[in-house]
């Protein structure tokens, strides 16, 4: 599995791979993580540190009814 990082600004776009300590997290877990991980806690909620983070549940693709 890749990261994938959009920078609006340079109009570019990078595959990375996936840390290893992301691994078993999904959604909110994974949000959170990244946010925890990558951005200043005293970022301004729109200025240019902060990020927008799209992340998958763990159960997507899956074929689990529910």
């Known amino acids: 599995m890749?990261?994938?990082r959009v920078n609006?600004?340079?109009?570019s776009l990078k595959r990375e791979p996936f840390p290893?300590?992301?691994e078993r997290l999904g959604?909110?877990?994974?949000?959170?993580?990244?946010?925890?991980?990558e951005v200043p806690a005293?970022?301004?909620p729109l200025g240019r540190h902060n990020k927008l983070?799209?992340?998958p549940g763990l159960i997507v693709g899956?074929?689990?009814e529910l």
């Open 2 to 4: 890749d990261v994938w």
């Open 8 to 11: 609006l600004r340079e109009r």
């Open 20 to 22: 290893e300590t992301w």
């Open 27 to 37: 959604g909110r877990g994974l949000s959170a993580r990244i946010l925890l991980d």
């Open 42 to 44: 005293t970022c301004e």
């Open 53 to 55: 983070v799209l992340a």
């Open 62 to 64: 899956h074929m689990v």
